[in-house]
């Protein structure tokens, strides 16, 4: 008798968070209770998740970006359904999977800059590790350089490669690496003419922070890698699959030759963990150098042909949804009604965007009584300000959103692609109305993330002592 996983659910809900703290990360659970954030989700739809108690929430979230098609896109399911129908053979292992052959065919036709052959693996973290070992051996080099405020991974060859120092700190001594202001030619050619450097690996637009490079930079950067024998890495695990405008984040700008890029989250509509490293041949040769070295580096489920199957569903929805050029239409739209806002609100110091990753920053106002709200706020913690927009968001607007990074006054917004003009008004009418709380000071805006520093500030012995 099959598992009822369904009943399952509705026998446990609004058990999450407990179970969660009691078997899972306690601190991630309180964290999440602290700033409200703590809701059941149990039914979602493109850009829309419900809760427990059937409120409706909009997405701009979407998985960390892995469903740029929406959450559970019909189409990917119902080629899921098929392919386990079929009772369809995978994972063989010795063999040449028919599916991975086609899903590398057509990222190789989509990608284009005669990037030759595909590696699979699962997440964007292990294509980072891929491209770190690949790199490594088809130069003979050990040295990598990487951008201020980078983000390829927490696995410990991709963390050598983080710019967040929250992130890398009390975990040992790692890869030997470099690091260059994102954006700064000349400090990149600086630490390349040592000509050690065996790849730059760079995000064509940064996660943490929504940072957009200068115009021509991402061609400049190759053309320096080029001349001192540097490889040159394109994380694409967030920019890609169409969040922003175009199938690779590259394409924007004229003139980038990559060696290796690396493809994840949506590659399968974000159903089935999934990720492609594509590469030149002089880079893949240097790797699987002979028969014996055939298998000298692989994954269990890279060649999931589950995997396979629903990355390509989630390219097909992408051409058939037209999803790039909604991206471009509605991330301008909402990039523009949010950049005529910063006039009026001292708050807003900018709006970025390409596509549908969108970044609003915050800063300093000039009024008096709103610096003093600024600077006590900062006084208590630096990541708090974003908390004041991204809580009543949630709480107040069923607006689910990020902050852009540690220690940054930047919130993000990656919505699925398949967003409207309802959608639009939707977040900006609902940012319009947490930005005008904001700008009453005192008010109870300020009140409620005062008792949250205080309440996140406190020590677990001091809590003890205030409810003895």
């Given amino acids: 008798m099959p598992l009822d996983i369904k009943k399952i659910v509705e026998e446990n809900t609004g058990a999450n968070n407990a179970l969660y703290a009691d078997h899972v990360n306690p601190r991630f659970a309180k964290a ?18 419900w809760d427990s108690k059937g409120r409706k929430y909009l997405d701009m979230l979407a998985g960390y970006g892995a469903f740029n098609m929406g959450r559970n896109h019909p189409d990917i399911r119902q080629v899921m359904k098929d392919f ?4 369809f053979c995978s994972l063989v292992q010795m063999e040449t999977p028919i599916l991975c052959g086609l899903v590398a065919q057509q990222l190789k036709q989509r990608c284009g800059y005669g990037l030759d052959k595909v590696y699979f693996c699962s997440t964007g973290a292990e294509g ?21 405020s980078a983000f390829h991974g927490l696995t410990s060859g991709a963390l050598a490669l983080n710019g967040g120092e929250v992130f890398r700190e009390k975990f040992g001594e790692l890869l030997g690496t470099d ?3 994102f954006g700064d030619l000349d400090a990149l050619e600086e630490v390349l003419a040592k000509r050690d450097v065996a790849a730059f690996f760079v995000e064509p637009i940064q996660g943490k922070g929504v940072n957009i490079p200068p115009d021509g930079y991402l061609a400049g950067a190759g053309r320096l890698c080029r001349k001192y024998g540097t490889l040159f890495v394109v994380d694409e695990v967030q920019t890609g699959i169409g969040r922003t405008g175009k199938f690779l984040a590259i394409q924007h700008e004229d003139g980038v030759e990559p060696d290796l890029v690396i493809l994840s989250k949506s590659l399968s509509g974000g159903y089935v963990p999934v990720c492609a490293v594509l590469m030149k041949d002089s880079v893949f040769n240097k790797v699987f150098s002979s028969l014996d070295r055939a ?15 629903a990355a390509l569903a989630a390219m097909n929805v992408l051409d058939e949804e ?9 991330g301008d739209l909402l990039g523009e009604r949010l950049s005529a806002l910063v006039p009026k609100y001292e708050f807003m110091k900018d709006v970025r965007w390409r596509g549908l990753m969108l970044a609003v920053e915050f800063g300093k106002p000039k009024s008096l009584k709103l610096r003093t709200a600024w600077a006590t706020v900062n006084g208590l913690n630096e990541d708090l ?66 008792r949250i520093a205080k309440n996140a500030l406190t020590r677990p012995d001091e809590k003890a002592k205030a409810t003895a």
């Fill in 385 to 450: 300000f974003c908390q004041a927009v991204t809580i009543p968001l949630l709480q107040d607007h069923a607006i689910l959103t990020q902050v852009a990074g540690n220690r940054m006054t930047t919130i993000k917004l990656i919505p699925p692609l398949t967003i409207n003009e309802a959608d639009v008004d939707w977040f900006v009418s609902g940012f319009d109305q947490v930005m005008a709380d904001l700008h009453k000071f005192p008010g109870p805006a300020w009140e409620s993330l005062t």
């Fill in 32 to 49: 999440l209770k602290i700033i409200g954030f703590d809701k059941n989700y149990v039914t979602a739809s493109g850009a829309y998740m």
């Fill in 128 to 148: 980072n590790e891929t491209a770190i070992k690949f790199v490594r051996r088809a130069t003979g080099r050990d040295k990598l350089v990487f951008a201020s």
């Fill in 295 to 309: 298998v000298v580096h692989s994954s269990t489920f890279g060649k999931s042909n589950f995997a396979m199957a």
């Fill in 179 to 181: 690091k260059v202001p």
């Fill in 322 to 330: 037209d999803l790039c050029s909604n991206a471009t239409a509605m």
């Fill in 84 to 87: 386990m129908d079929a009772d």
